[in-house]
């Protein structure tokens, strides 16, 4: 069983940095894609940023300009760097690995935006 352990999440004044970090158990190069989703209160889980295993990458046009995804693969790991974060962003993160017939969720970590 794949395990995905998000860490980085915390709070922080609109305006700050936040990364967000996720290790995987094995290989990420064995997935079609590594992503970013996030679920506020009351709202869908949506998707973030998602990185593809030909190494194509995808925003969520809230995020453009100000999040960027990005991989270590000898580390196992994905990152996503937020800059410019704003109250709106406040949300569980959730790590996502796509393989052939499944998904796979790390836990989710809680960013928090102070106004």
């Known amino acids: 069983q794949v395990q995905l352990v998000e860490s980085g999440g915390g709070l922080v004044q609109a305006g700050g940095s936040l990364r967000l970090s996720c290790a995987a158990s094995?290989?990420?190069?064995?997935?079609?894609?590594m992503g970013w989703y996030r679920q506020a209160p009351g709202k869908q889980r949506e998707l973030v940023a998602v990185?593809?295993?030909?190494?194509?990458?995808n925003y969520a046009d809230s995020v453009k300009g100000r999040f960027t995804i990005s991989r270590d693969n000898a580390k196992n790991t994905v990152y996503l760097q937020m800059n410019s974060l704003k109250p709106e962003d406040t949300a569980v993160y959730y790590c996502?690995?796509?393989?052939?017939?499944?998904?796979?969720w790390g836990q989710g970590t809680q960013v928090t935006v102070s106004s």
């Open positions: 094995e290989s990420i190069l064995r997935f079609l894609g």
């Open positions: 990185i593809r295993g030909g190494g194509s990458i």
């Open positions: 996502n690995a796509e393989a052939f017939l499944t998904d796979y």
